[in-house]
């Protein structure tokens, strides 16, 4: 007979665990969650939420919320330093194919719409995971200063530094893509809404994502060591000077942004497992399959790792066959978006004329038809059909 009533461990309260929470308490299952900061609170800027995860998310009774919050994307494109497009979509005609919608919104507006929707008992905060044991059919997870929980499947959600997968796998190598991202969040008119655009230069892009009329997430890029120390003079000032002229007056958008929310980062990735899990334990979202932000898929595919997972264990027999279902599933998805998002940020690193005049030409030389095609193969994945 298929699982029943399980009781779950899931490890991280992001986006990813909290969805998978909603998605596993959705077919019966019995679910914690355990987060080790003391709150959750804003933290992060913007993300896309493409159309394959908001179809999960109204199945779990989050779209409303998000559409309250949202922008819609009408147009999606990358274009030259210049203002020049190289590629461009037209969104709306996606969401009308799709029969739903893509959105730019706040990181944290996401989280706090998924963890409305969850009993205030099911998350516990100020539970740092400090490891885990496995005996027989049940996993004992361990926290600092806290007593230990066990439970019949634990699912490690805890990011890209994940406790579970490194209990799991030891420590696994991380590449760094040769570039460092700054994130910021303004709030200022905007002068192109429903325009999700990327500009890319030599070795250097630009972000210009809005999520309200009076609000916009944006991001910038440039080639960098790894920790590389920041500008003497400030991220802000190096920003604006760096982009000045840009598209959009972008560099506006910057100086505008408050210097304490401009969030820095090494872009890195982790070369894709073969496997997830052992035992009783597996992995979702960046814990499992860590990917450059270049495709916008890591929180959508984190919604859909749930999904998957709940459905997996609702027709199996076993724990383990669900899982390894599970794995069979997920794997060959997150593996190639995984390897696509990386590819993209190489020619993004180039910094020759002549090679950067290559990329743009292979751009806007690229039929729209197959470039409708891909952008259709990752937003227009459906996480409940069975294969």
Known sequence: ?????????????????????????????????????????????????????????????????????????????????????????????????????SFVMHRTALQKALLSLLPAEVVSTGFQCVGLHRRGGKVELQ?????????????????????????????????????????GVVRMTVKHPGLLAEFQGTGQRLGHCPFAKDRMYWFACHNAAPNEPEDTRGAKVKLVEMFAGWPYAMEEVIAATPDESIIRSDLSDRVPLKTWGADHVTLLGDAAHPMLPNLGQGACTAIEDGAVLAQCLTQAETVDAALRNYEARRIPRTTRLVTLSWRFGIAARWTNPLAVRCREAILKATPENLARQELMRQVGYDAFQTP
């Not at 007979?1 to 019966?28: Q, T, Y």
């Not at 199945?59 to 990358?78: C, D, N, S, T, Y």
Request: with cysteine; net charge positive.
């Open 143 to 183: 926290f600092k200063d806290r007593p230990p929980f066990e439970a019949d499947l634990v699912v490690g959600a805890d990011g890209f530094h994940s406790v579970i997968r490194r209990n799991l796998f030891g420590e696994t190598a991380t590449r760094f893509s040769g570039q460092t991202c700054y994130r």
């Open 1 to 101: 007979m298929p699982l029943r009533a399980l009781s779950v461990a899931v490890v991280g309260a992001g986006i990813g665990g909290l969805a998978a929470a909603l998605s596993l308490r959705r077919v019966g299952m019995y679910v914690r969650v355990f987060e080790r900061a003391p709150e959750i609170k804003e933290v992060g800027a913007g993300l896309g939420v493409w159309a394959n995860a908001v179809r999960i998310l109204d199945r779990l009774g989050a779209g409303e919320a998000i559409r309250a919050v949202a922008q819609p994307m009408e147009r999606a494109g990358i274009f030259s330093r210049r203002g020049r497009a190289l590629s461009l979509m037209d969104m709306r005609e996606f969401s009308r194919a799709l029969g739903v919608s």
